[in-house]
Structures are given as C-alpha cells and as structure tokens.
C-alpha cells in the first residue's frame, strides 16, 4: 500500500481531529524504541564525558534521564490523541561518538495501543534537559535528530536500518 492509499489515523469521517477508537483492539505486547542526538562543542562534551558533570539542577545526564522518563509517562497529556498509557517500562541508553551524545529511550506496555510516542516524547525530553542544563555553558548545542526506531506489536512492526 502506498502512501497515497492511507489515511490518517487520528482525523474521523468529517476531517475533524479524533482520537483513534481503541476499544475492539485487542491487548498485545508492545515496545517502541526512539533515538535523540545532541550534539555539544568540544568544551561542553568534555566536561561531560570525563565524569557526570553535576550542574545546579543535579547530575546533567542522569536528570535528564529522569526528565526523559517523566516526559514519557506524560505523553498522553502533551500529545493531543494520545492515549494515556500506564508505562509497563522505560529505559534509556546514552552513547558517545564524538561529540555527540545519543540517547536512546525503549517504552513497553502490554495494551491495545503502541508506545511509539511514549519513546519518542522520552528521548526528546532527555535531549531537552541536557540543552536546559548545559545552555549555561554554551548555546552552540544542537539536537541534531530525534526519531523512531523500532516497534513492535500491534498491526504492523517496524526496525529502521541504521
């Protein structure tokens, strides 16, 4: 099916913005896994790579962990259509390459509707609080991309290619 042929899931029969109907689905396990970048100058991602850098605001990547995990937890109150998931699990991993810091955020639920949102709201919001907390330092950082992937469950699944 191309494109062309699909609908949008979360506009009803009169083009007014809906929530999907969820009601006849049926449970399944799911799991989303979403990526954020953010790039720092070399002065900054020294600072942080040589040891947790604390700022006032606490340790910069495990509170941004914490904020990335509440984002999650949160998205069915910031993302319109979203429905409210209790999370079964949400986990982040970080990576250096250079100077650039890779969070990876994976939300699992056992329910009617997938956690590609929750994923994704999670790494954006870590990525924000790592800008939030080192902005002080330099305003050059950068959060390069943010996006999806993997998931599974549901209808259809789907693992990018690197």
Sequence with gaps: MNIKEKELSHVNKEGQAAMVDVGEKKVTRR??????IV??????????KDGELWGKKGPVIQTAIIAGTMGAKRTGELIPMCHPLGLESCSFDTEWKGNELTIQCTTKIESKTGVEMEA?????VAALTIYDMCKALSHDIV????????????????????
């Design 120 to 124: 994704l709201t999670g790494a954006s």
């Design 39 to 48: 790039v720092l100058p070399q002065e900054v991602m020294s600072l942080l």
């Design 143 to 162: 959060i390069k991309e943010i996006k999806l992937l993997e998931k599974r469950g549901g209808k259809s699944d789907f693992k990018r290619e690197a």
């Design 31 to 36: 799991m989303a896994s979403a990526r954020a």
